[in-house]
């Protein structure tokens, strides 16, 4: 019962390999190596030294989203109260103010347009974008302008 374990050898035990003791290398001037790693490849000194390549994981596919023509509308609907605000101020007789928003939103539907056009490319968005390049053809200062005079008479 009180039998005390066997005291045995390391290298004498079965299926126990006793370690080996650390040897010099005189190629790598003296630092010690396992005997069992293999020997420096002195041919990447200097170069470089070849890692293995990372596993790529590929992401899930995202959904396209309708972002751009929303931005498109956006737009379109800030030119429109840019002409209303020209408008009204053409009306109280303020023409520098009127003409500089005017002119502000003429090229803010141009920028509207270009946007939208980009959107109809787009599966989500394209009915968002083909509606935000119709809409900045008419809250076009210019275009309102002809088109107002021709429905006034």
């Not at 293999?38 to 309708?66: C, K, M, Q, W, Y």
């Not at 056009?117 to 302008?145: D, E, K, Q, S, Y």
């Amino acid at each position: 019962m009180g039998e005390e374990p066997e005291q045995v050898d390391a290298g004498t035990a079965p299926g126990v390999v006793a370690a080996e003791p650390y040897q010099t290398n005189s190629a790598t001037a003296g630092e010690t190596r396992s005997p069992n790693r293999p020997p420096i490849d002195f041919a990447f000194v200097g170069g470089s030294i070849p890692v293995p390549e990372a596993v790529a994981v590929p992401l899930p596919p995202r959904a396209p989203t309708a972002t751009l023509g929303w931005v498109a509308l956006a737009l379109v609907a800030l030119c429109v109260i840019a002409d209303a605000v020209a408008v009204t101020l053409a009306v109280e007789r303020y023409w520098i103010s009127a003409t500089a928003i005017a002119q502000g939103a003429n090229v803010a539907t141009a920028i509207a347009f270009v946007v939208g056009l980009f959107a109809a490319f787009r599966p989500p968005a394209r009915w968002l974008g083909i509606g935000a390049m119709v809409g900045a053809v008419l809250a076009n200062p210019f275009i309102l302008t002809h088109l107002l005079d021709y429905l006034g008479g």
